[in-house]
């Protein structure tokens, strides 16, 4: 899973991607402190595959991960070379959703770009120029087919469909709102020209240290950022850049007392982990033993060959049967063999759609 980290300059962007991987990109009080795309790959805490590991006194413990993209700030015009220009939406093509970090603080020593306090009109301004960059990619793709369409019936099918998606993010919408008809063709031909505003979306509503405690209810700008994320589906989670980099410093024990004190069940790193898998539609298998326990990120509702294909495509290949045990009736029977004994562990076919928190065994021949 790849997440693009977007947002005007001087939100608190690269002080978040920062945290959130200990990459060290630079983070200064002017914009483009981050002129190319940082990269930091991210473990997926997951109590349930360290809990396996001290069961199976494993050699190796593999969490899920999540690869982070740290995108250069933009400004109104980016879409028309403004600031560092279409070299940021490149780079966001790439992702599988946008991580868009607002400004929900007030703070004199920090400038904003346009010189007060909105985070809706800051969103609004990020997807302006997605949409712009969006319509390019499509008038772009209207002349190329247009020229095949009096001799091609799917050119001219496509060509039709992508001039209504055009005139559509003409009028200020975003692609993912965007109804595609039930046709095979039409859905190929969408999902090709893999649109900006088609991403889902994940807003990270970034506050002063005192307006965590209570999630953000008693900002102004979160309930803004909140009503405004309702109207596409989008996920918004409350975070102070500031606090997740002192606990980017601390160790584990510390950091938990650290959360705490601060009334905070959970960190910044773990509240997005959590609206990224929802987003995306993931969750996470198990499998288990001396040499490795592990966990793999798969959609839900994944069955179990697809699954079993995630390890390696031999296994999809020649996927025979899954040995399936929920990770909790594991720990409880202390092993495998127990788990088998008392009736906890199933043996599953190909139509087996995989349930979070399910390790399993698969056996395949190739």
Known sequence: MKLGIVGLPNVGKSTLFNSLTKAGALAANYPFA????????????????????????TKKVTHATIEFVDIAGLVKGASKGEGLGNQFLANIREVDAI????????????????????????????????????????????????????NDKKYAKERDFAQEIYKYLEAGNLAKTF?????????????????LTAKPVIYAANVAESDCADDGNSNKYVQAVREFAKKDGSEVFVISAQIEQEIAE????????????????????????????????????????EDECRAWTIKVGTKAPQAAGKIHSDFERGFIKAEVVNYKNL??????????????????????????????????NV
């Open 34 to 57: 981050t002129i190319d795309p940082n990269v930091g790959v991210v473990p997926v805490p997951d109590e349930r595959v360290e809990a396996l590991g001290k069961l199976y006194n």
């Open 99 to 150: 991580v868009h970090v607002v400004r929900c603080f007030e703070d004199s020593n920090i400038i904003h770009v346009d010189g007060s306090i909105d985070p809706v009109r800051d969103i609004e301004t990020i997807n302006l120029e997605l949409i712009f960059s969006d319509m390019e990619i499509l008038e772009r793709r209207i002349a190329k087919v247009s020229r095949a369409a009096n």
């Open 179 to 195: 109804e595609v008809p039930d046709d095979e063709d039409l859905r190929e031909f969408f999902a090709s020209y893999n649109l």
């Open 250 to 289: 601390m160790e584990d024990d510390e950091k938990q007392m650290f959360l705490e004190e601060l009334g905070l069940k959970e960190s910044g790193l773990d509240k997005l982990i959590a609206a990224s898998y929802k987003i995306l539609g993931l969750m996470s298998f198990l499998t288990a033993g």
């Open 331 to 364: 720990l409880e029977c202390g092993s495998l063999a127990a788990a088998r004994e008392k009736a906890m562990v199933g043996m599953e076919g190909k139509d087996y759609v995989v349930k979070d928190g399910d390790v399993i065994l698969f056996r395949f």
